[in-house]
């Protein structure tokens, strides 16, 4: 079968490259292509139906997202466009050739005011652009698909691109003291368990399953952003990639101010993906040890 990921250089598709080239038994199965934005720009329809023509593709993966929480409260429009107008550009594509979509969305769709992990059926109420035109991006995907994965993660964090472990890391390399904030919750997922977890996907789908759905995938326990940091710090120094733990401090979101505001609690229950597809979960620590090891040789 042609899979076709959406994105090839962003977090989620590099990971999901690593695997593919690690594993012989997943291209004996598929042909998977990925197609950068410079190839494919899911905000143009004329572009996604090129695209499509070129691969016929059998299942489509989208990793591609408009991701600069902050930056989307200026930029609103270029948010839309990919995170909305995007996927509804690629759903109609995907309607047209009656083919399945998988397409990875977010915690922030939710208002963060659960006191415990939000469930895929729980109300959306987004706080923020990017959270807005996520949950929009899913309307889409619903109107025009009836095969489709939704799957919302969080807190992604890879050897790849920038994301939260690796500010941490250099933020630690410049300063000997800083705050992090203590007051918003949730769950840290590793890229790469979540592409194995999409490779089982579509495998699954290949072989004739058809569990269609919004679904939840982010690591298995909770912290707040300072535990987080805590423990990327803890790695980073006895694997000697920064020469001394740095003074850190839990502090309020109120102190650390942000264009885009932040749900207070986003963790995200998984029971739903692990019962319908039987994808693996995702340890973040261990996925945390692996980013550390990967910076301390790079």
């Given at each position: 079968?042609n899979i076709?990921?959406?994105?090839?250089?962003?977090?989620?598709?590099s990971?999901?490259?690593?695997v593919i080239?690690m594993?012989?038994e997943?291209?004996?199965?598929?042909?998977?292509?990925f197609?950068?934005?410079?190839e494919?720009?899911?905000?143009?329809r004329?572009?996604v139906q090129?695209?499509?023509?070129?691969?016929?593709?059998?299942i489509?993966?989208?990793?591609?997202a408009y991701?600069?929480?902050d930056?989307?409260?200026?930029?609103?429009?270029?948010?839309i466009?990919?995170?909305?107008?995007?996927?509804k550009n690629?759903a109609i594509?995907?309607?047209n050739?009656?083919?399945?979509?998988?397409h990875?969305?977010?915690?922030?769709?939710f208002s963060?005011?659960?006191q415990s992990p939000?469930?895929p059926?729980?109300?959306?109420?987004p706080k923020?652009v990017?959270?807005?035109?996520?949950?929009?991006?899913?309307?889409e995907?619903m109107?025009?698909?009836?095969?489709?994965?939704i799957i919302?993660?969080?807190?992604?964090f890879?050897?790849?691109?920038?994301?939260?472990?690796r500010?941490?890391?250099?933020l630690a390399?410049?300063?000997?003291?800083?705050?992090?904030?203590n007051?918003q919750?949730?769950n840290?997922?590793?890229a790469?368990d979540?592409?194995?977890?999409i490779?089982?996907?579509v495998?699954a789908?290949?072989s004739?399953t058809?569990?269609?759905?919004?679904f939840?995938?982010?690591g298995?326990?909770s912290?707040s952003?300072?535990?987080?940091?805590?423990?990327?710090f803890?790695?980073?120094?006895?694997?000697?990639v920064?020469?001394?733990?740095p003074?850190?401090s839990?502090i309020g979101?109120e102190?650390y101010?942000?264009?885009?505001?932040r749900?207070?609690?986003?963790a995200?229950c998984?029971?739903?993906?692990?019962?319908?597809?039987r994808?693996r979960?995702?340890?973040?620590?261990?996925?945390l040890?692996?980013?550390i090891?990967?910076q301390q040789?790079?």
């Amino acid at each position: 079968m042609n899979i076709l990921v959406i994105g090839k250089y962003g977090q989620l598709a590099s990971c999901l490259r690593d695997v593919i080239s690690m594993q012989t038994e997943i291209t004996d199965k598929h042909v998977w292509h990925f197609a950068p934005s410079k190839e494919l720009n899911i905000s143009e329809r004329k572009s996604v139906q090129q695209a499509f023509a070129k691969f016929s593709p059998d299942i489509v993966v989208n990793t591609a997202a408009y991701t600069q929480v902050d930056k989307a409260e200026e930029e609103i429009e270029q948010a839309i466009a990919v995170n909305q107008l995007g996927c509804k550009n690629v759903a109609i594509a995907c309607a047209n050739l009656n083919i399945p979509l998988i397409h990875i969305s977010t915690d922030y769709v939710f208002s963060g005011d659960n006191q415990s992990p939000y469930s895929p059926g729980d109300k959306t109420c987004p706080k923020n652009v990017y959270g807005l035109s996520k949950y929009l991006g899913e309307q889409e995907v619903m109107t025009y698909l009836s095969q489709f994965v939704i799957i919302r993660t969080a807190w992604v964090f890879s050897e790849y691109g920038n994301n939260f472990v690796r500010s941490m890391i250099n933020l630690a390399q410049q300063k000997r003291q800083f705050g992090v904030v203590n007051d918003q919750i949730g769950n840290p997922t590793y890229a790469g368990d979540l592409a194995l977890s999409i490779v089982d996907i579509v495998d699954a789908i290949s072989s004739g399953t058809k569990k269609w759905g919004i679904f939840h995938y982010n690591g298995a326990t909770s912290v707040s952003w300072y535990e987080f940091a805590k423990e990327i710090f803890a790695l980073a120094e006895q694997n000697a990639v920064i020469d001394e733990y740095p003074d850190i401090s839990p502090i309020g979101t109120e102190d650390y101010p942000t264009l885009a505001k932040r749900p207070n609690f986003s963790a995200m229950c998984n029971d739903k993906i692990f019962e319908r597809w039987r994808v693996r979960p995702s340890d973040w620590k261990r996925g945390l040890l692996k980013v550390i090891r990967h910076q301390q040789s790079s």
